[in-house]
């Protein structure tokens, strides 16, 4: 597993290589003392030998290394997770550890690499040390150089949002992107960058920096410094994914086993759950967040939501605006007055009598400091109402109002602060605007989802996404973890409030908008994009009485065990879920038609299933016909093959009953 290969060019180099013996990295320190890795699975070159190393402020570089130990270690493990795409999470990897000195001087840095069969890890750490005590990042010198010209799917960096639409090109054609960064070699094998852990530390974006070569480029502070730390210190992890197909991808656990233990000692608060809310009519400009004859977060509507969802096993209702102050965030009163129409004490309480979450709602606008000096009280009000959700929201697209960045490393710090505060209040989050999502749910369990990526609300009030976008969604974005995406939209082209929309200037809407899938496709997304705490976004009045809200009702987002059944990036995804002894599947494509055929072999053997299947019909039109559908029931077992004919941008949902 590790190999000592002697002089290369005058250097030294140390080898590791996974469990299973297919990826193998090469830490290699040259004469100068420049300190470079390399990348191969099957002996393949993935990564071309890459620079490692820091510049900081006011210290010269630390770039020239000697070596002074390694040691190579084996971990093999199974833990349990509090809840998650699988319960179950086997952490086995080889890990070498190395520690330097720099070549002239007597500051110290150590790097740890973690390879797990699927993909690898490694970061720096600083330990405690007389020569350098505390220091100012200005640039981490990390290079990813691609062995190969890849294709890329991308977003742009951007220090402050997510909500782009992917983009496909070569990575000889990128500037500056975020990660999770998944690439298609020509070989046809597949490669994800991201990091996990994010801790105390800004995010990481990548650098085009000519021909296939990538780096670390690092969200700044406003003063234009990177991180500002203290040995002892460490850095995230940064990662690579690496899988002979698309959908390898997804069955890896790789950032959770790079993120420590859970923090939190009882976890039975922590909980997933489905919800509705006061949502999806505010965006297509029925209702509105704040005061006004057209309000939507009223004490008589809240009731009608609450009994909507104790009648049809949903867990919480969300309520967007209603506090005061709606566009007044950095007030107390935008997270703790409520409207004149509004009773939050007679609402939590008629919540709680029918066993129903109420999903508190925070909108910050980007005004964190304010919000922090009120968050506390907000949460401690919370936990006398029986309040277990907070949504919080950052919407704020220049930044934070005190000048710093989303991704920086202030801001990183904020969302962990909040974290750990809603975990003393027995609080799960689902985050809006956030950081990136590392794996630190893991770490803090009760950080259930977020958005961080373009999601359904596009769709009321812009060109929209189209199908291709939630093909592409689960091997980028959600690689990083859970995406309230807020699926389940049954009136396509908002024809049922025809004559009863606005727009934002409160003028009777005359755009032309709607969701660029068919009904099916939106079942399936439950399944597709995963997220603990599931919102089925659209409006109640559009699922009372609709047979495919038996789909929605039946759907238990507490899963036990994940099967990826097919996939290719941007085309189409197919994907079993267990809960119990129920398993829920989702296919969806984009804007291609086409037939699956699927092998039901993660039944069990020798039992006989129900298959409920919600599906296109030979009627279904993406552009005329978008809610036709139909359900069909049959018989199935483990040894058969389900076909599925999906139309362009569809979908089918199927949910499997033992008999």
Same mark, same amino acid.
């Given at each position: ?9 005058? @250097? ?5 290589? +996974? ?45 020239? =290394? ?10 093999? $493990? ?26 002239? *001087? ?14 690898? !890890? ?38 402050? +949002? ?82 002979? +197909? ?21 976890? +039975? ?22 005061? *006004? ?22 867990? @919480? ?47 910050? !606008?980007? $005004? ?12 401690? %009000? ?16 220049? !930044?934070?109002?005190? @000048?710093?960045?989303?991704? *920086?490393?202030?801001?990183? $710090? ?75 939209? =049954? ?33 399936? $997304? ?38 990826? %059944?097919? @996939? ?21 494509? *984009? ?52 076909? %599925? ?15």
């Amino acid at each position: 597993m590790l190999a000592l290969a002697g002089c290369l060019g005058g @250097g030294k180099t140390l080898e590791v290589v +996974s469990p299973d013996k297919h990826l193998a990295v090469q830490l290699h320190l040259d004469e100068r003392g420049e300190l470079f890795y390399q990348v191969r699975r099957d002996g393949n070159a993935i990564i071309t030998p890459s620079k490692l190393g820091f510049s900081f402020k006011g210290h010269p570089p630390l770039d020239k =290394f000697e070596l002074v130990d390694a040691k190579l270690s084996s971990y093999d $493990n199974t833990w349990t997770a509090v809840w998650g795409e699988r319960k179950r999470i086997i952490n086995n990897y080889n890990q070498l550890f190395v520690e330097f000195k720099e070549k002239r *001087g007597d500051r110290q840095l150590n790097v740890r690499f973690r390879l797990y069969d699927d993909g690898l !890890g490694f970061r720096y750490e600083f330990p405690q040390q007389s020569a350098f005590k505390s220091f100012v990042i200005m640039n981490e010198m990390t290079q990813f150089n691609l062995a190969e010209d890849s294709t890329a799917w991308w977003i742009p960096a951007d220090y402050d +949002s997510y909500e782009k639409l992917y983009k496909t090109s070569k990575v000889s054609e990128l500037r500056q992107v975020q990660t999770p960064l998944t690439m298609k070699t020509p070989a046809g094998q597949y490669v994800s960058i991201h990091e996990a852990a994010l801790t105390d530390y800004a995010s990481m974006t990548l650098s085009h920096q000519g021909e296939y070569n990538l780096e670390a480029e690092l969200v700044p502070w406003q003063d234009g410094t990177k991180v500002k730390a203290a040995t002892p210190f460490q850095t995230p992890w940064r990662t690579l994914q690496i899988t002979d +197909s698309a959908s390898g991808l997804l069955q890896s656990d790789l950032l959770l086993n790079l993120n420590e233990p859970s923090r939190i000692d009882d976890t +039975s608060w922590i909980e997933p759950m489905n919800f509705i809310g006061v949502w999806w009519g505010v965006h297509i400009g029925v209702h509105t967040w704040q005061e *006004g004859p057209r309000h939507g977060a009223t004490t008589e509507r809240a009731k009608q939501y609450i009994d909507f969802a104790a009648a049809n096993n949903i867990g @919480g209702v969300l309520f967007e605006g209603w506090n005061k102050g709606w566009d007044n965030w950095g007030t107390r009163e935008a997270y703790l007055v409520p409207t004149d129409d509004f009773n939050l004490q007679e609402v939590a309480a008629y919540a709680r009598a029918k066993n129903v979450s109420i999903v508190g709602h925070n909108e910050t !606008g980007g $005004n964190v400091e304010a919000y922090e000096q009120h968050v506390e009280e907000v949460f401690s %009000l919370y936990q006398k109402l029986g309040i277990r959700v907070v949504k919080t929201g950052y919407v704020a697209e220049q !930044g934070f109002s005190n @000048g710093e960045h989303h991704q *920086g490393q202030w801001g990183v $710090n904020h969302y962990r602060r909040i974290v750990k505060l809603a975990a003393k209040y027995h609080i799960m989050l689902n985050v809006h605007e956030p950081v990136k999502d590392t794996g630190i749910r893991r770490t803090w369990p009760n950080m259930m989802t977020r958005e961080g990526a373009r999601g359904g609300e596009w769709n009321a009030w812009s060109a929209g996404n189209n199908a291709n976008h939630t093909q592409i969604l689960p091997f980028t974005r959600l690689l990083a973890g859970p995406m309230d995406y807020t699926v389940g939209i =049954f009136d396509i082209d908002y024809s049922r409030f025809s004559g009863q929309r606005y727009d934002w200037s409160n003028k009777p809407q005359t755009g032309q908008f709607r969701v660029h899938t068919t009904l099916s496709h939106q079942l399936a $997304n439950l399944v597709t994009l995963y997220s603990p705490l599931q919102m089925m976004a659209d409006m109640i009045e559009n699922y009372i009485d609709h047979p495919a809200f038996k789909f929605i009702r039946d759907f238990d987002p507490d899963i036990d065990e994940t099967q990826v %059944l097919d @996939g290719e990036i941007g085309e189409y995804v197919a994907i079993a879920r267990r809960s119990g002894d129920v398993w829920m599947l989702g296919a969806t494509t *984009g804007t291609s038609a086409r037939r699956l055929s699927l092998p039901l072999d993660f039944l069990l053997p020798e039992k006989q299933y129900q298959a409920e299947i919600y599906q296109d019909t030979a009627q279904t039109d993406c552009a005329a016909g978008a809610e036709n559908y139909e359900i069909v029931t049959r018989t199935v077992t483990a040894s058969e093959v389900l076909n %599925l004919q999906l139309v362009e941008c569809g979908g089918a949902a199927v949910r499997f009953t033992a008999l």
